[in-house]
């Protein structure tokens, strides 16, 4: 069976009768020329085991997942051409699996842009004048995420009793009405202290329940108001705004602990992840900080 002339039959027909634009037919003809040149005998005569080599070789050349499973789907339908015009007896793409799509490890931040983070809102927390009251606010809320990894429905939503206790720990009550212990860094103690002092002055505020009040219907501060505000502060300490969100904090806080020792069971519980697999997202870091302790540690190391 000649793969050249019944890679142009299956082109025609996805032209003729599916109306497939150029783009689409040029993206076809490259896959499916790519993988007939990778297999011996020709894509039209390829077997199961052909084809399973040949995604192995490509996965081998550090083609990514998506393009795996994107030249499998061009396979797949030019088997089915074939098999449906009884050119082929059997469809050996039947019995492959997709390639699996990896998960998007997720957006960080390092630890210096952090502490630049942190740094630019305490200098801003020390300044007198109009707007004091939202700097000392914006600073307790960056310094309690950061310490704590909490969600930022969590954060905006917390009771005022925390920062009046000032434990080293608190609990939070997260997704599935689940309680958790979370802890509290001395700096951040110190800003919620603060803020909670400045919010006594004002009459609008101080008997709120929750810690950061807003002339809101839920009564506290908005998840969208503090984004914006975060946003704010990293670009005038010198980041991008594009690059940092509450959840990029929250996961700074998790890479940042597991960089520095913590064990990742101990993550989940912080994080309030119900399930280990949700944590392994950060197993990157694991393996990069395993990597590093070999080629610092281990005697033969170059």
């Known amino acids: 069976m000649n793969s050249a ?5 299956f082109l025609e027909m996805m032209s003729a009768e599916r109306g497939a634009a150029e783009n689409t ?20 005569a390829a077997t199961s085991a052909d ?14 997942a998506t393009s795996q499973a994107r030249k499998l789907s061009a396979i797949r339908q030019f088997f089915k051409f074939l098999y449906a015009e009884g050119l082929r007896g059997d469809d050996p793409t ?29 200098q801003e927390a020390s300044m007198h004048g109009a707007d004091r009251l939202a700097a000392l606010r914006l600073h ?14 969590e954060l905006v939503g917390l009771p005022v009793t925390v920062a009046q206790r000032d434990d080293r720990f608190f609990m939070v009550r997260g997704k599935g009405n689940k309680e958790r212990m979370v802890p509290l860094s001395a700096k951040a ?16 505020l101080a008997d709120s329940p929750f ?10 501060l908005s998840r969208q108001v503090f984004a914006r505000e975060l946003k704010a502060l ?21 890479s940042h602990l597991l960089q520095n020792g913590a064990d990742l069971r101990a993550v989940q519980q912080l994080l309030g992840h119900a399930d280990i697999s949700t944590t392994q997202i950060y197993t990157h870091v694991l393996e990069e900080r395993l990597v590093r302790l070999v080629n610092d540690h281990h005697p033969l190391a170059d």
């Open 5 to 9: 002339a019944s890679i142009e039959a």
């Open 25 to 44: 037919l040029s993206s076809y003809r490259r896959d499916l020329e790519d993988a007939s040149a990778g297999i011996g005998g020709g894509l039209a």
């Open 51 to 64: 084809i399973r080599a040949y995604l192995d070789d490509i996965a081998a050349r550090g083609f990514a």
């Open 94 to 122: 039947g019995t492959l699996d997709s390639p699996r799509k990896g998960r998007p490890l997720p957006k960080t931040m390092s630890e210096a842009d952090t502490g630049r983070l942190l740094d630019r809102a305490a």
């Open 140 to 153: 307790a809320l960056v310094e309690v995420l950061y310490a704590t990894g909490l969600r930022v429905s």
């Open 189 to 204: 103690r110190t800003a919620m202290r603060t803020w909670l002092a400045a919010r006594a002055a004002v009459p609008a």
């Open 211 to 220: 810690l950061f009040p807003a002339a809101a219907d839920s009564g506290y």
């Open 234 to 254: 990293a670009a005038r300490a010198g980041i991008a705004a594009a690059k940092i969100s509450p959840h990029v904090l929250r996961h700074a806080f998790a």
